[in-house]
């Protein structure tokens, strides 16, 4: 499993890497500073959207999967993807609305369509977080890689060819959105044909309500740490966004952090 996330990783990194540099000169630092400004807020927000229900995911999908009580499963994928899209919704819906609020806090009244158009990430990504957990869970790790390698060839391409035609900061915006939903799409349906795969509960139903509960009451407590070091890290980007008016410095900033992403390239997968 580790191996299959490693060549996803470095694929998608490579293939990232490459985009962020043409992007990145494509745009000039002005626009990226602003670009990094625009997916802040929404990005604060996704981290309050977990609750612990993915870690709960991968521990109960390895867990019956190892004592062979495969049906149970299904209860448990089911009811992760609807937890997560409906606190997608409901942090959805709470973006949409806070962004012109959000985008005169960051004194750019201008941005307001952008943050409302980023804000779309916080739902569809919850589509590729729980994906991501059932197939670490189900021990399979190279769908995980096929969809980490699709977003980066739609977020690549799609962003290029939108800047190119004279987007800039919008195309920027609109490829990273476009990049995450087709990650969703395709996450779920891969997890889909996994479940589709698991034998039906003896009852016929599935136990959504009862599932949920117990995914919570073990995934709560550990998430409560996730939460706070996720906070903290976009965090600082929004006060970045507050303070420094100078967009070209905020996209130097930027573009600096995209490379750290590699230090954890060989770390991720030992996780």
Excluded: C
């Excluded at 004194?107 to 590729?128: E, F, K, M, Y």
């Amino acid at each position: 499993g580790g191996l299959h996330m490693l060549w996803g990783l470095g694929v998608s990194t490579l293939i990232s890497a490459i985009g962020t540099i043409l992007i990145a000169r494509l745009l000039g630092s002005d626009n990226m500073g602003l670009y990094a400004v625009v997916v802040a807020a929404p990005n604060l927000i996704v981290t309050f959207r977990d609750w612990g229900i993915n870690t709960a995911i991968i521990r109960y999908a390895a867990q019956y999967n190892t004592e062979n009580d495969v049906a149970k499963i299904r209860s448990v994928l089911f009811s992760g993807v609807v937890f997560e899209m409906a606190m997608g919704i409901i942090l959805f819906i709470i973006g949409f609305a806070l962004s012109g609020f959000l985008a005169a806090t960051y004194n750019r009244p201008n941005i307001v369509g952008l943050i409302q158009i980023a804000s779309t990430i916080i739902l569809t990504g919850a589509l590729v977080n729980a994906a991501t957990s059932a197939f670490t869970g189900m021990e399979k790790m190279h769908l995980y890689s096929v969809m980490l390698i699709l977003q980066a060839i739609v977020k690549t391409g799609v962003t290029i060819a939108l800047v190119l035609l004279g987007l800039g900061t919008l195309g920027a915006v609109l490829g990273m959105t476009m990049s995450i939903l087709s990650a969703g799409i395709i996450g779920v349906l891969l997890m889909y044909t996994m479940y589709r795969s698991l034998p039906k509960p003896p009852s016929g139903k599935l136990e959504i309500k009862a599932t949920t509960k117990t995914m919570l009451k073990y995934g709560l407590p550990v998430s409560i740490g996730g939460i706070l070091s996720g906070f903290l890290t976009v965090f600082y980007s929004n006060i970045l966004a507050i303070f420094v008016t100078d967009n070209s410095l905020i996209g130097n900033y930027s573009v600096a952090q995209n490379f750290v992403v590699l230090i954890t390239f060989f770390a991720t997968p030992v996780t």
